[in-house]
């Protein structure tokens, strides 16, 4: 048996992925979770074969999560299923470890075989993702880089970003300036919307 911890904040999706993984005579669904920190509690807890998880969940993201359990050498495989088709995401889901990428309109066959692919050693991720993949490079950005854009997505101002991060309001405004500067983007709200687009938050 395949044993799987599966992560989605949307409460009628997760039911669904569960009963329709149950029906797999070889899955294994021993635990599921709806948001990011609540997965890797039971990553850590059941070691699972697999982690089958969304991407956008409140608290950590499935990316954070998947980087969380390759740090900790943790023996289970991340395959993510989401409805992003962003080169950025599978970027960053790839130097996470994530080891399958799928999209949320895939047929449940096609996610079991994945899960049977990743759980046996391989990778799985859609052709066409892969090559807009290379065709868009790698995310310019660093995580802190990152963690202050969608704090500014949020409509913080600098010096309410710099009280969240403990940092000086000026240091906001120079991640916030070299992030636009990286992305092209003439200003915080531009560098947001490109990052946003290529998937890169």
Same mark, same amino acid.
């Not at 395949?2 to 992560?7: K, N």
């Not at 919307?193 to 290529?198: D, E, P, Q, S, T």
């Given at each position: 048996m +395949?044993?799987?911890?599966?992560?989605e904040?949307?409460t %009628?999706?997760?039911?669904?992925?569960?009963?329709?993984?149950g029906?797999?005579?070889d899955?294994?669904i021993?635990?599921k979770?709806?948001d990011?920190?609540?997965?890797?509690a #039971?990553v850590r807890e059941?070691?699972p074969?697999? #982690? %089958?998880?969304d991407i956008?969940?409140?608290g950590l993201?499935?990316i954070?999560v !998947? /980087?969380? +359990?390759t740090?900790e050498g943790l023996?289970?495989?991340?395959? +993510?299923?989401?409805t992003?088709? =962003?080169?950025?995401?599978l970027s =960053?889901a790839r130097?996470?470890?994530?080891r399958g990428? %799928?999209?949320?309109? !895939?047929p449940?066959?096609?996610?079991?075989? /994945?899960? =049977?692919t990743? !759980?046996?050693?391989?990778r799985?991720?859609p052709?066409?993702? *892969?090559?807009a993949s290379w065709e /868009?490079?790698r995310d310019p950005?660093s995580?802190?880089e990152r963690a202050?854009?969608?704090l500014?997505?949020?409509?913080?101002? $600098?010096?309410?970003? !710099? $009280?969240?991060?403990?940092l000086? *309001?000026g240091?906001? =405004? $120079?991640y916030l300036?070299?992030a636009? /500067?990286? #992305?092209?983007?003439g $200003?915080?709200?531009?560098?947001g919307?490109?990052?946003?687009?290529?998937g890169?938050l």
């Open positions: +395949i044993t799987i911890v599966v992560a904040d949307q %009628l999706l997760l039911g669904a992925l569960v009963s329709l993984l029906l797999e005579p899955l294994d021993v635990g979770a709806a990011g920190d609540a997965a890797i #039971l059941l070691r074969d697999i #982690l %089958l998880t956008e969940m409140p993201t499935g954070d !998947a /980087a969380a +359990i740090k023996a289970t495989r991340t395959v +993510i299923v989401t992003f088709a =962003r080169p950025g995401y =960053r130097d996470a470890g994530v990428y %799928l999209l949320k309109d !895939a449940v066959e096609a996610l079991a075989d /994945a899960i =049977r990743v !759980a046996r050693g391989g799985i991720v052709p066409e993702l *892969a090559a /868009a490079g950005l995580e802190r202050i854009l969608r500014a997505e949020e409509g913080l101002s $600098n010096k309410e970003i !710099a $009280n969240r991060l403990s000086s *309001a240091t906001i =405004r $120079n300036s070299d636009a /500067a990286k #992305l092209g983007a $200003n915080r709200i531009e560098a919307r490109l990052a946003r687009g290529n890169w």
